[in-house]
């Protein structure tokens, strides 16, 4: 409901803000409800299991109403008003999503009080490191589109309103590569060979679709060439972005996975112990 008061009142969602306020009120709420729940009746209320699946639940079912409903604008009306044709621009699937991460908090405090090293708050810790990367990360980040000519150099990107975007490297494409099916004018890969250079020095890369070049917190997409040419195309366009929380994205992801790791001895040291 309250989703739905400020998408009618505020409109759509605009990514932006302060993210250091941002990280430091989604790690904020989470201590001060936990240290609450011995007086406040809501804290403790929303601290348990059943908040937590409840919530997951109603997500899911969201996410899938939002992938039922058309994102080119043919699908507004009412339901576009209220914030359901596009979750990355809903204040309901936003309000949701936070309100979710709160509780993966409360749950992930609370596991510090266990002793054992177990998986359960290994795979709370890491999902609330995801959550808040995620949601933390849509403010810090920036994409923007470079399209560039071999031998060319540039420094500077076009983000999604048309302004420039002053980068902190420069690329130059040294060549552009595409290999088509036998007969047919389709690509079968296409990718560019560029020179990153930057004040710590020269690197060499060969970006593919789905496999981008890093460079710091930057990634460098292959996004497109000049279809009219198609092999013979004499530019490449390059997607530049940057996202500085996918460190912590990366360390909640490596957490998932010694979690699983540990879930499987504790599984393997009860066998044994009923043995």
């Not at 990153?196 to 020095?201: L, P, Q, V, W, Y």
């Given at each position: 409901m309250a989703g739905v008061a400020l998408q009618l009142i505020f409109g759509e969602i605009h990514a932006g803000g302060n993210v250091w306020v941002c990280l430091a009120l989604l790690l904020a709420f989470p201590f001060?409800?936990?240290?609450?729940?011995?007086?406040?009746?809501?804290?403790?209320?929303?601290?348990?299991?059943?908040?937590r699946i409840v919530t997951m639940c109603v997500l899911v079912i969201l996410l899938l109403f939002f992938g039922l409903i058309p994102q080119n604008g043919s699908g507004r009306g009412i339901l576009g008003a209220l914030g359901f044709h596009d979750m990355k621009t809903s204040w309901v699937f936003a309000l949701l999503l936070i309100y979710f991460t709160v509780l993966i908090g409360i749950q992930a405090i609370t596991d510090l009080k266990i002793k054992k090293l177990s998986a359960m708050p290994i795979f709370h810790w890491s999902i609330f490191a995801i959550l808040v990367a995620g949601i933390c990360g849509v403010g810090a980040r920036k994409?923007?589109?470079i399209q560039i000519n071999e031998g060319e150099t540039l420094n500077?990107?076009?983000d999604a309103e048309g302004n420039s975007l002053q980068l902190p490297f420069s690329i130059k494409l040294e060549d552009f590569q595409m290999e088509e099916y036998d007969g047919t004018h389709q690509p079968k890969e296409f990718l560019s060979k560029i020179q990153?250079?930057?004040?710590?020095?020269n690197k060499q890369a060969s970006v593919r679709v789905n496999h981008p070049a890093r460079f710091a917190s930057w990634k460098i997409y292959q996004s497109g060439y000049d279809v009219s040419k198609g092999?013979?195309?004499e530019y490449s366009v390059l997607n530049v972005v940057r996202d500085p929380m996918w460190p912590v994205t990366q360390i909640g992801l490596w957490g998932l996975l010694i979690g699983c790791i540990f879930m499987f001895i504790d599984k393997a040291a009860r066998k044994e112990a009923k043995a």
């Open positions: 001060l409800l936990y240290f609450l729940k011995e007086r406040w009746k809501f804290a403790r209320s929303i601290s348990g299991a059943e908040s994409t923007a589109y500077t990107a076009i990153i250079t930057s004040g710590k020095g092999k013979d195309s």
